[in-house]
């Protein structure tokens, strides 16, 4: 099937277009492992492997459905290139409310289906599927991650306790994000959105019995909920600005003006908030150092290549409304661009302090999507996107590659229990230092490639040639630069205190077997190669058909639901330079750690007369990082701690005593009230109507008193009572 | 088959369970086995029913409509008629009720609480099933309001004697409580009665019949009903008797009260008094508004300030309905199909925290959460559907609570043209924060009780166990319900939007707006 279709690309441009069976039914994609989800969670423990079988089928099959769909995607988008002039390039038969709507201005649209999910006010409300360049692109990246992770997993918590439980959850996880990525709506990209948290939840809580992990695991969903108010809101002002949940329509009304500049920027904004806390942006990443908590895997699958880049893939799909909103193609500094470098630096200058392998990662990661966030905030849309591809092999590589390690020592502490461990885990070694040096940026690995994009998409300072793009961001890539050398320079010492040195811990550690090393092997393949399907314009050095294939692919051109952006041009200057700054960042910490450390002993991870020592404002930098500039102490002590202690607790208070005590005064006096109607005036007066009331009291409450104790007529009058004397209060006070 | 539904469709299962607890007044005592067979017969019966008028309802195919409407005379005097009917509005309540009593009294079948006596209890049950399910077919005030008030009593009982503790006091706040609010409602009634052009009860013909009252006596009219139906939401600050109520009652009486009682009063809202009296809504909007975003917030503060897992979850509830009530303030078709839904959401999901907490309360002699712990490890199962619920609870999507949750905020950002969008935009934003302190309480109750390890005391327990064959027969419907309409909200909307569509009175429709209010205004 797959080879007739890639024939018939090639023979016939237009008669693939309409059999595009796997772009059309890619809600199969998702479906597969959400299926997998019931499955394991219901019969997981009968089988031999304990459900992990059923995942791997899955994922497995979603790959291929995406890789299918990917190439005929690919096929329909170079037939259209080839066709030239093919305006009204059809797409499918019918029955596809949206498809035409893309495509006005001639380039290739999304694909979009849906179904009736809600109705309100006798419209429908669809979900669907939108599959265009963005959404393959990160169908094959959750797929293949995913997958990868999927068999890592069955040696890395064989014999856990909740195994079956694990994958489980890594099929809901695969699912809800394969669900986000190909969402046609709003409202579905929310779903999507909220899922993939619960997910990273209950992964990351996966050893609840220790309350670490489960604080950490609720931390995170916390701070995501907090960005999430943000999404909510979005996603509402946008439905009523646009009319629409549609993505497609949202874009083209923030496109074409239809909805106002006010209600774009603030949808933009309150977006932007759940960036922030999806994202791991500045100020709200505290949560996903912490995140480490969880399963290994789980690190590189979900807070690293997949989960965390959700917020990298909002904008990217909504870009329409963050372009208009925050007039990117203006030059100002916008929240984006700001809130992505400080990202970057707060990143690479924590990642310094951290002597547990998978925070260094996981700061590192932070940074790295600090990077995507600015990139987008330049406009630098297509540099964005090929950052999260690449990130996601490399490092889900180097992830997986500190899991090996703590496989081998037990333990996450480079300082104590690592050191040395080249010799004793080759493959781990030569794959995690592939992971390195892309990460690095340094040529010809793929971080090289889709860094260096960013940094010329920032269009900051012509000297180094090239520029254009959408206005000249000096700040952004002032600070994308430094963070490139502190990159280096993290790494190196990474590298240095896990593999090189004397080993420090116990025991004997050896390589781990295959089932966790080839999957390291083709993260660590893909690190180098991922780079190489976009090259620059004007390169040279490679045929110029195969010059920016990513861009081509991805980037949706002519379509009116994505905004007109400009592209710099790359630059071998700036190339050179951030090449260049990222050695010195790698000198440096070479300079400290193999040569000055490694002198003073094998097993040494530190200077005995280090900088903190010696100068007081290292001293203080150092104590501001260690604490992670203050920032967790903010939220958990400061501001939780006042909501939760003081602020419920006095909310509760005034529940007991204030507002309950008017009631039960009321019913007090009302019951004094009583007895005084009742023995002066009802026995002494009115003795007739006593009589009357009585009789019904008592027949009403023949039932009554045998189960209760008799005492209808007190309760009747209490209730009749208390009953005026509360009209008489609540007509005072209202 | 159609013609015997529409003609009866409606009576039999309203008053086939007061037969049942007729025919069980006449067996003795101590043949608890029968009772509990009689009371499961009946209650099944009447799901089966309400099944069939699914069915049929569906093959009408006119959900915006009453379906089996009856018509007859009842007291004359008064011109109060005996109406019954179901629109896409009170079907999924209806079936909601018929659904849950039944499971109660699968639940309750091996463990009645203390001083046992099944054969009142039960009859208790069926008379309550009778109350609720006539309250949401009548379509006349009277009757209306007599099915409401039949609801009362039987819970009053069944709080203040299979109670805990505190019954008594619970018990009588909860009948006095929620007496004066039907008292004003009542006079309310009276008030529509007399002041409408047509002397009528007739819940279909008052919306027109209202249109002629004075402005101003139509919202003292509403105030009435709006204390009414706001006590048994209940609406800040009118709670107060929930909590007590909850925590208080069996596990049976809570889960009744969570998932039916409660939904009569925001359903009053919006069957009678929005429908009926628009204007005055509109007027009253923005005030409920701020006690719904207020109760939403304080709820969940309450919720905080909590060892008590019952209580928590009661004190969830205030923060829930405020949700419903923000959906229903602000006037729009998307707010009150949210309303309708979120009622059906918060039925299902706290109904079953309550089962939950009922459980967990029988396996470990408490629900301090500070002595609670480790449940996952002791009863992985139920630990599981706790955390299920809970994350039902605090409105995940794909779940069922979210879309009682999302549209309402949604809703209340471009609420009904007469009303101020500022006003709403700020509570949208409360009530959006609100979200995030769901998150934190019923995370933290699930790490108290779920997480980690069980405490000493307990730890060898073996009373505690995981979940019973007939734990599981009365929630797998409640658990499948939660995910099923998560996953496919179109089953609910699809139904209430044509009803929700048609009871916004023309004076709230967004289009003629203007012109309904300038005119109301110049008279």
Redesign the interface.
Known sequence: MLSANIAAAETAGKAVAASGWFLENAWLIWLFPAVSFLLILLFGKRFPRGGSEIGITAVGASFVFGLLTAIQWISKVEGAGGGGAEGEYALGAGGMAAAAEGEASGGVGALTRSITWLTNGAEAIGAGIMIDGLAVMMIFVVTVVSLLVHIYSTDYVAGDRRYTHFFAFLSLFTASMLFFVTASTTIQMLVGWELVGVCSFVLIGHWWEEKDNSDAALKAFFTNRVGDMGIIIGVSILFFGAGTFDVIGVNEAAINGSMSHTVTLAAALCLTAAVISKSGQFFLHTWLPDAMAGPTPVSALIHAATMVVAGIFMVARLYGVFFEGYAIGGSSINTLALIGGLTTLVGATLAFVQNDIKRVLAYSTVSQLGYMVLALGVGAWTAALFHLFTHAFFKACLFLGSGSVSHAVHSFDMKKDMGGLRKVMPHTYRTFMIGTVALAGLPILSGFWSKDEILVGTGGWGLFGGTGGNGAYTVMLAMGMITAALTGAYMTRVVYLTFFGEFRGHGTPHESGPRITVPLWILGGLAVVAGFINFPAGFQLVPASWEEKFLQWVEPVGVSYFPSIAHATPSWTLAIVSVIVALIGIGAAYYYYFIKVRAVSPVATELPDGPTSRSAVARLGHQILVNKYYLDWLYTTVIVGFVKGPLAKAAYWTNQNVIDRVVNEAGTRSVQAGNIVYHKVDQLVVDGIVNATGKISDSSGEELRRIQTGKVQQYAAIMFAAATILAGIFIIVI | MGEFLNDWGLSIPTFLPIIGAAVMLLIPKDREHLHKLIALATTVAVAVFGLLLLIQFIDNDNYGALNFVVDKGWIDVIDSRYIMGVDGISLPLMLLTMLIVPLCVIYSWNHFPEPHNPK?FLMLLLILETGMIGTFAAQDLILFFVFFEVVLLPMY?MI??WGGENRRYAA??F???T??GS??MLVSFLALYFLADASTFDMRLLPEAAAGIAKSSQVWVF?GMF?GFGIKVPMF?FH??LPDAHTEAPTVGSVILAAVLLKLGTYGFVRIAIPILPEAAAEWAPFIGLLAVIGII?GA??????RDLKRLVAFSSVAHMGFVMLGIATLT??GI?AAVFGMVAHGLITGMLFFLAGSVKERYHTLDMSRLG?L??QAPRMGWILGFCA?ASLG???LAG??GE??A??AS??PAEVLAEETFRSY??IA??G???A??YL??ML?KT????PREEFANDPHVHDATVSEYLAWAPLLILILVLGV???LL??AT??AV?NSLNDCLDSVTSGACFDAAAGK
């Open positions: 009142a009982f203040g004697v009588i706040k009948f006095l409580f007496l004066f008292a004003l105030g204390l600050p107060t008797w304080y503060l309450g919720c905080l300030a909590q078709d998307f199909n480790g996952l490890v994350m995940l999507p794909g979210f879309w999302f549209p905020i949604l950002y471009n949208m934003v959006a924060l979200t995030v302190l998150a934190g995370l933290w790490q779920a997480f980690g390890t496919y909200p179109h909307f699809g939007d044509p569509v």
